[in-house]
Protein backbone atom coordinates (compact mmCIF):
# COMPACT_ATOMS: atom_id res chain seq x y z
CA UNK A 1 0.00 0.00 0.00
CA UNK A 2 2.93 2.63 1.17
CA UNK A 3 4.78 1.50 -2.31
CA UNK A 4 1.22 2.03 -3.81
CA UNK A 5 1.04 5.68 -2.57
CA UNK A 6 4.88 6.49 -2.95
CA UNK A 7 4.79 5.39 -6.71
CA UNK A 8 1.85 7.60 -7.29
CA UNK A 9 3.31 10.64 -5.30
CA UNK A 10 6.70 10.13 -7.63
CA UNK A 11 4.59 10.37 -10.95
CA UNK A 12 4.05 13.84 -12.48
CA UNK A 13 0.86 15.29 -11.98
CA UNK A 14 -1.98 15.36 -14.52
CA UNK A 15 -2.15 18.03 -16.97
CA UNK A 16 -2.76 19.07 -20.80
CA UNK A 17 -1.39 16.09 -22.66
CA UNK A 18 1.76 17.69 -24.98
CA UNK A 19 2.80 15.89 -28.29
CA UNK A 20 5.45 16.42 -30.47
CA UNK A 21 5.34 16.83 -34.01
CA UNK A 22 2.11 16.53 -35.73
CA UNK A 23 -1.14 14.12 -34.36
CA UNK A 24 -1.46 12.49 -37.28
CA UNK A 25 -4.39 10.31 -36.04
CA UNK A 26 -6.55 12.81 -34.36
CA UNK A 27 -6.25 14.86 -37.54
CA UNK A 28 -7.50 12.11 -39.76
CA UNK A 29 -9.97 11.56 -37.06
CA UNK A 30 -11.51 15.32 -37.32
CA UNK A 31 -10.84 15.36 -40.63
CA UNK A 32 -13.30 12.00 -41.31
CA UNK A 33 -15.77 12.91 -38.77
CA UNK A 34 -16.26 16.49 -41.11
CA UNK A 35 -16.32 14.26 -44.16
CA UNK A 36 -19.16 11.56 -42.56
CA UNK A 37 -21.00 14.27 -41.26
CA UNK A 38 -21.91 15.79 -44.77
CA UNK A 39 -21.90 12.19 -46.51
CA UNK A 40 -24.39 10.81 -44.11
CA UNK A 41 -27.15 13.56 -45.55
CA UNK A 42 -25.97 13.28 -49.23
CA UNK A 43 -28.95 14.00 -50.67
CA UNK A 44 -28.93 17.53 -48.69
CA UNK A 45 -25.45 18.71 -48.87
CA UNK A 46 -24.30 17.01 -52.03
CA UNK A 47 -27.63 16.36 -54.59
CA UNK A 48 -29.49 19.18 -53.22
CA UNK A 49 -26.95 22.22 -54.57
CA UNK A 50 -26.77 20.11 -57.45
CA UNK A 51 -30.85 20.33 -58.24
CA UNK A 52 -30.28 24.14 -57.38
CA UNK A 53 -27.56 24.72 -59.76
CA UNK A 54 -29.38 22.81 -62.69
CA UNK A 55 -32.26 25.03 -62.23
CA UNK A 56 -30.13 28.51 -62.39
CA UNK A 57 -28.80 27.00 -65.45
CA UNK A 58 -32.48 26.19 -66.87
CA UNK A 59 -33.29 29.89 -66.12
CA UNK A 60 -29.77 31.97 -67.03
CA UNK A 61 -28.82 29.66 -70.14
CA UNK A 62 -31.08 27.24 -71.47
CA UNK A 63 -34.27 29.62 -71.28
CA UNK A 64 -32.55 32.82 -72.26
CA UNK A 65 -30.01 31.44 -74.22
CA UNK A 66 -32.02 32.68 -77.59
CA UNK A 67 -33.08 35.60 -75.67
CA UNK A 68 -29.60 37.17 -75.12
CA UNK A 69 -25.99 37.13 -77.40
CA UNK A 70 -23.68 35.41 -76.09
CA UNK A 71 -20.56 36.65 -73.72
CA UNK A 72 -17.19 37.32 -73.90
CA UNK A 73 -17.28 35.22 -76.89
CA UNK A 74 -19.11 32.40 -75.97
CA UNK A 75 -22.31 31.39 -75.48
CA UNK A 76 -24.61 32.08 -72.60
CA UNK A 77 -24.33 28.40 -71.42
CA UNK A 78 -20.62 28.46 -72.00
CA UNK A 79 -20.27 31.56 -69.87
CA UNK A 80 -22.84 30.76 -66.69
CA UNK A 81 -21.61 27.27 -66.70
CA UNK A 82 -18.47 27.82 -64.85
CA UNK A 83 -19.53 30.63 -62.64
CA UNK A 84 -22.19 28.15 -61.29
CA UNK A 85 -19.44 25.44 -60.22
CA UNK A 86 -17.48 27.75 -58.67
CA UNK A 87 -21.17 29.29 -56.81
CA UNK A 88 -20.99 25.93 -55.87
CA UNK A 89 -17.59 25.34 -54.52
CA UNK A 90 -17.70 28.98 -52.82
CA UNK A 91 -21.84 28.43 -50.78
CA UNK A 92 -20.86 24.72 -49.75
CA UNK A 93 -17.46 25.33 -48.19
CA UNK A 94 -18.54 27.89 -46.29
CA UNK A 95 -21.78 25.62 -45.19
CA UNK A 96 -19.69 22.53 -44.43
CA UNK A 97 -17.35 24.34 -41.89
CA UNK A 98 -19.99 27.00 -40.18
CA UNK A 99 -22.12 24.95 -40.10
CA UNK A 100 -20.51 21.65 -38.09
CA UNK A 101 -18.60 24.48 -35.84
CA UNK A 102 -21.55 26.70 -34.90
CA UNK A 103 -23.63 23.28 -33.91
CA UNK A 104 -20.76 21.96 -31.44
CA UNK A 105 -20.78 25.69 -29.69
CA UNK A 106 -24.74 25.71 -29.51
CA UNK A 107 -24.52 21.88 -28.43
CA UNK A 108 -22.10 22.33 -25.89
CA UNK A 109 -19.75 19.50 -27.72
CA UNK A 110 -16.98 21.51 -28.80
CA UNK A 111 -15.22 19.80 -26.02
CA UNK A 112 -14.92 16.74 -28.60
CA UNK A 113 -12.08 18.23 -29.82
CA UNK A 114 -10.84 20.90 -28.05
CA UNK A 115 -10.04 17.98 -25.21
CA UNK A 116 -7.54 15.85 -27.66
CA UNK A 117 -4.41 16.45 -28.39
CA UNK A 118 -4.89 18.84 -30.89
CA UNK A 119 -3.22 21.85 -31.69
CA UNK A 120 -4.72 24.90 -33.31
CA UNK A 121 -2.62 24.32 -36.23
CA UNK A 122 -4.58 20.92 -36.57
CA UNK A 123 -8.05 22.05 -35.41
CA UNK A 124 -7.71 24.62 -38.45
CA UNK A 125 -6.70 21.85 -41.07
CA UNK A 126 -9.20 19.30 -40.03
CA UNK A 127 -11.80 21.77 -40.42
CA UNK A 128 -11.38 23.71 -43.33
CA UNK A 129 -10.22 20.04 -45.33
CA UNK A 130 -13.80 18.85 -44.21
CA UNK A 131 -15.38 21.94 -45.94
CA UNK A 132 -13.07 21.86 -48.95
CA UNK A 133 -13.31 18.27 -49.48
CA UNK A 134 -17.68 18.87 -49.35
CA UNK A 135 -17.29 22.18 -51.45
CA UNK A 136 -14.72 20.29 -54.41
CA UNK A 137 -16.78 17.33 -54.38
CA UNK A 138 -20.11 19.33 -54.91
CA UNK A 139 -18.44 21.31 -57.61
CA UNK A 140 -17.28 18.43 -59.37
CA UNK A 141 -20.70 16.70 -59.66
CA UNK A 142 -22.16 20.27 -60.11
CA UNK A 143 -19.62 20.28 -63.33
CA UNK A 144 -20.68 16.73 -64.84
CA UNK A 145 -24.37 17.89 -64.13
CA UNK A 146 -24.15 20.85 -66.28
CA UNK A 147 -22.07 20.43 -68.90
CA UNK A 148 -24.32 18.89 -70.90
CA UNK A 149 -26.13 22.27 -71.12
CA UNK A 150 -23.30 24.11 -71.51
CA UNK A 151 -20.72 22.42 -73.45
CA UNK A 152 -17.87 24.38 -71.52
CA UNK A 153 -13.99 23.50 -72.90
CA UNK A 154 -11.22 23.00 -70.83
CA UNK A 155 -8.36 25.82 -71.83
CA UNK A 156 -6.28 25.91 -69.12
CA UNK A 157 -6.29 23.63 -66.59
CA UNK A 158 -3.86 24.86 -63.93
CA UNK A 159 -6.46 28.00 -63.91
CA UNK A 160 -9.42 25.82 -62.89
CA UNK A 161 -7.20 23.49 -59.96
CA UNK A 162 -5.62 26.36 -58.88
CA UNK A 163 -8.55 28.74 -58.63
CA UNK A 164 -11.12 25.98 -56.96
CA UNK A 165 -8.62 24.91 -54.46
CA UNK A 166 -7.97 28.76 -53.45
CA UNK A 167 -11.84 29.59 -53.24
CA UNK A 168 -12.09 26.59 -51.07
CA UNK A 169 -9.75 27.46 -48.65
CA UNK A 170 -10.92 31.12 -48.58
CA UNK A 171 -14.60 29.87 -48.29
CA UNK A 172 -14.04 26.81 -45.49
CA UNK A 173 -11.68 29.28 -43.23
CA UNK A 174 -14.82 31.95 -43.57
CA UNK A 175 -17.18 29.53 -42.35
CA UNK A 176 -15.33 28.86 -39.29
CA UNK A 177 -14.45 32.37 -38.53
CA UNK A 178 -18.37 33.01 -39.06
CA UNK A 179 -19.24 30.15 -36.54
CA UNK A 180 -16.82 31.15 -33.97
CA UNK A 181 -18.34 34.83 -34.35
CA UNK A 182 -22.19 33.87 -34.12
CA UNK A 183 -23.29 33.22 -30.88
CA UNK A 184 -27.01 33.03 -32.25
CA UNK A 185 -28.10 31.29 -35.36
CA UNK A 186 -29.33 34.36 -36.47
CA UNK A 187 -25.90 36.10 -36.42
CA UNK A 188 -24.90 33.21 -38.33
CA UNK A 189 -28.05 33.28 -40.98
CA UNK A 190 -27.09 36.83 -41.54
CA UNK A 191 -23.42 36.55 -42.54
CA UNK A 192 -24.47 34.30 -45.14
CA UNK A 193 -27.51 36.45 -46.32
CA UNK A 194 -26.09 39.80 -46.44
CA UNK A 195 -22.32 39.25 -47.03
CA UNK A 196 -21.80 35.89 -48.79
CA UNK A 197 -24.73 35.44 -50.62
CA UNK A 198 -24.48 39.10 -52.05
CA UNK A 199 -20.75 38.81 -52.57
CA UNK A 200 -21.78 35.49 -54.67
CA UNK A 201 -24.19 37.17 -56.77
CA UNK A 202 -22.50 40.16 -57.46
CA UNK A 203 -19.18 38.56 -58.66
CA UNK A 204 -19.97 38.45 -62.46
CA UNK A 205 -21.30 34.55 -62.42
CA UNK A 206 -23.94 35.60 -64.77
CA UNK A 207 -22.97 38.76 -65.85
CA UNK A 208 -19.96 40.65 -67.60
CA UNK A 209 -19.02 42.78 -65.06
CA UNK A 210 -17.61 45.79 -67.73
CA UNK A 211 -21.10 46.45 -68.48
CA UNK A 212 -22.25 47.56 -64.99
CA UNK A 213 -22.24 51.11 -64.99
CA UNK A 214 -20.48 53.05 -62.34
CA UNK A 215 -20.40 52.79 -59.38
CA UNK A 216 -20.74 49.26 -59.40
CA UNK A 217 -18.35 48.36 -62.27
CA UNK A 218 -15.53 49.99 -59.71
CA UNK A 219 -17.12 47.99 -56.72
CA UNK A 220 -17.25 45.19 -58.18
CA UNK A 221 -13.43 45.02 -58.91
CA UNK A 222 -12.95 45.34 -55.12
CA UNK A 223 -14.95 42.15 -54.43
CA UNK A 224 -12.96 38.96 -54.30
CA UNK A 225 -15.02 36.92 -54.99
CA UNK A 226 -15.05 38.24 -58.54
CA UNK A 227 -11.65 37.48 -58.99
CA UNK A 228 -12.15 33.66 -57.99
CA UNK A 229 -15.53 33.36 -60.61
CA UNK A 230 -13.48 35.09 -63.61
CA UNK A 231 -10.08 33.39 -63.18
CA UNK A 232 -12.26 30.00 -62.76
CA UNK A 233 -14.32 30.89 -65.80
CA UNK A 234 -10.77 31.65 -67.61
CA UNK A 235 -9.50 28.47 -67.58
CA UNK A 236 -12.47 26.86 -69.58
CA UNK A 237 -12.92 29.79 -72.09
CA UNK A 238 -9.63 30.94 -72.19
CA UNK A 239 -10.87 34.89 -71.38
CA UNK A 240 -10.74 36.75 -68.53
CA UNK A 241 -12.69 40.11 -67.75
CA UNK A 242 -9.64 40.69 -65.24
CA UNK A 243 -6.51 40.28 -64.27
CA UNK A 244 -5.66 36.38 -64.06
CA UNK A 245 -2.48 37.04 -62.56
CA UNK A 246 -3.93 39.69 -60.20
CA UNK A 247 -6.28 37.66 -59.06
CA UNK A 248 -4.37 34.60 -58.34
CA UNK A 249 -2.42 36.68 -56.07
CA UNK A 250 -5.20 38.21 -54.07
CA UNK A 251 -6.63 35.36 -53.58
CA UNK A 252 -3.93 33.50 -52.61
CA UNK A 253 -2.97 35.96 -50.17
CA UNK A 254 -6.65 36.42 -49.01
CA UNK A 255 -6.75 32.42 -47.93
CA UNK A 256 -3.31 32.89 -46.35
CA UNK A 257 -4.72 35.48 -44.07
CA UNK A 258 -7.82 33.61 -43.42
CA UNK A 259 -6.01 30.80 -42.65
CA UNK A 260 -3.93 32.91 -40.13
CA UNK A 261 -6.96 34.47 -38.32
CA UNK A 262 -8.61 30.87 -38.05
CA UNK A 263 -5.19 29.39 -36.74
CA UNK A 264 -5.25 32.11 -34.17
CA UNK A 265 -8.95 32.08 -33.38
CA UNK A 266 -8.09 28.51 -32.01
CA UNK A 267 -5.16 29.26 -30.20
CA UNK A 268 -6.79 32.24 -28.25
CA UNK A 269 -9.94 29.49 -27.88
CA UNK A 270 -12.04 32.84 -28.43
CA UNK A 271 -15.74 31.65 -27.81
CA UNK A 272 -15.22 28.47 -27.08
CA UNK A 273 -13.48 27.80 -24.07
CA UNK A 274 -15.49 29.77 -20.95
Do not use: C
Not at 176 to 194: C, I, N, P, Y
Request: aromatic share 12%; charged share 10%; glycine share 8%.
Amino acid sequence: MQSAIESRAGAPALGPRVTNGVNWVGLQTLYMKEVRRFSKVWAQTLAGPVVTTLLYMMIFAVALNGARPGLAGVSMAAFVGPGLIMMSILNNAFQNSSSSLFQSKINNTASDFLTPPLSPLELTIGFSAGAMTRGLLVGLITAAAVWPFSRFGLVHLWAVVYFAFVASVVMSTMGVLAALWSEKFDQLSAVTSFVVTPMTFLSGAFYLVDRLPEPFRTASRFNPFFYLIDGFRYGFIGKAEGSVAVGAAASAVAALLLVLAVWRMFTTGWRLKS
